[in-house]
């Protein structure tokens, strides 16, 4: 064997001891997968359509999943049992924030262990009556130059069309509007909105948000894609849901012709963890993606959910294959009642750091913190640049190593 072969040989070695760990730990996810949680899945599926009395045509409706929401805790308690105090905490932090899980997102549930991070994210939890941080931490109140508008930067907005969503998310960071009331922006409010982006001609990428916009039905959501796609200026329309992920039945093939329409468009979506990458949801962003429309992943660092580097790894590595681009890790803002999933900067920058070389760059998305006071987006990098002046540059690699760049 000649000298390179070796040293390649033994540089692949080392590079295999890198990630044995992870594959490792995507083995044994993988496996309880297979043989725990989609077992545990149909069972529990099963369940829910006896004590509905429907049957898979049902559970196939998003119309059904909405109309038969889990939002009461003595609904809850006859699928999941619940000690008395588990009970009388339940019946507390509902009185103070509303909680619902969709059927659906209710079956991907341990019923047996309320850490298990799908109960997390959809439950409530004692840990929401901490009182610390904000109801608007982003000030969207004062960046809001129109009914339904948000505006932030120079050439982009965001028009929120809804205040309702399919289940309500423990972490959601819009707590102050999803969190009281179901409601549909009137048509008054659309039009002075869409009046608004008429008159701003800077304005080039109009993102249609809420609460989620698929809530809406169908007739209503293109009545407003088509008003913001009919405005010149308007070079792109994004829409950001998360009913692929809490309510997949929703991506109905309707919605993805009507919405094939409208290119150029694109959707972004927020998984954040692997658990919920399931056949229906993987399905429903193929649909997506078979019309066209390119999708990215935008997850929120959580602690207990996903301040893990393989189970961003294994996400994000999933994303891929269902063809949704990991596009953003947010970190988690300080909202009233979501305290307990807040991680710190340096938690996020280790797991940053961990990615890069470990995974491929399409795998990796930019890591960011909303500044206070809506004052947008900085992008979180872990330190790679060492020192640099007008001759060189002292830099690291994703090992570690140090490498010096002379001018
Ligand atoms: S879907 Fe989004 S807006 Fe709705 S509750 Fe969840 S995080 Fe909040």
Avoid at 81 to 110: G, I
Avoid at 123 to 137: F, I, K, R, V
Avoid at 200 to 212: A, F, K, P
Avoid at 287 to 304: D, E, S, T, Y
Wanted: charged residues 30%.
């Amino acid at each position: 064997m000649d000298e390179k072969r070796k040293i390649s040989l033994e540089r692949a070695s080392q590079l295999y001891e890198e990630i044995e760990d992870y594959l490792a730990f995507k083995d044994e996810f993988l496996r309880e997968t297979a043989e725990i949680r989609d077992v545990l899945s149909q069972k529990h599926k099963e369940e829910l359509l006896n004590f509905f009395g429907a049957g898979e045509k049902e559970w196939n409706d998003w119309h059904w999943q909405l109309r038969n929401r889990i939002s009461s805790v003595s609904l809850l308690s006859k699928f999941i049992k619940l000690s008395d105090s588990q009970y009388r905490m339940f019946e507390e932090v509902s009185a103070k924030y509303r909680w619902a899980t969709t059927p659906y997102y209710l079956s991907l549930m341990d019923y047996e262990d309320m850490t298990y991070p799908i109960n997390m994210m959809a439950l409530p939890s004692s840990a929401e009556n901490d009182s610390s941080g904000e109801l608007d931490p982003m000030s969207e109140e004062y960046t809001n130059p129109a009914p339904c508008i948000t505006r932030r930067y120079p050439n982009r907005l965001i028009i929120n069309v809804t205040s309702s969503c399919a289940m309500f998310c423990r972490h959601c960071q819009r707590r102050r509007r999803i969190g009281e009331s179901d409601r549909i922006e009137s048509e008054e409010n659309i039009a002075q909105a869409i009046e608004y982006i008429k008159n701003s001609r800077e304005i080039r990428d109009v993102l249609i948000t809420g609460g989620d916009p698929l809530m809406l039905p169908d007739e209503m959501l293109e009545n407003i894609i088509r008003q913001v796609r009919a405005i010149e200026h308007v070079e792109i329309v994004r829409i950001g849901t998360r009913l692929p992920v809490t309510m997949p039945q929703r991506i109905t093939p309707e919605l993805v012709d009507m919405l094939s329409k409208y290119h150029p468009l694109f959707i972004n979506v927020q998984f954040n963890h692997p658990g919920e990458l399931t056949k229906e949801a993987v399905t429903a962003c193929e649909r997506i993606v078979n019309a066209g429309i390119p999708m990215g992943n935008q997850m929120v660092f959580l602690k207990g959910i996903n301040n893990d580097k393989y189970v961003v790894q294994l996400l994000n590595e999933g994303l891929l294959k269902a063809r949704v681009r990991p596009y953003y890790i947010f970190h988690p803002k300080q909202v009233k009642g979501t305290k307990h999933f807040e991680i710190t900067v340096e938690e996020g920058l280790k797991i940053m750091k961990y990615l890069r070389g470990h995974t491929s760059g399409l795998a990796i998305p930019q890591y960011i913190l909303n500044a206070p006071n809506g004052l947008g987006k900085i992008p979180l990098l872990p330190r790679y640049i060492e020192e640099s002046d007008e001759d060189h540059v002292k830099l690291l690699t994703w090992e570690g190593r140090e490498v010096e760049i002379e001018y």
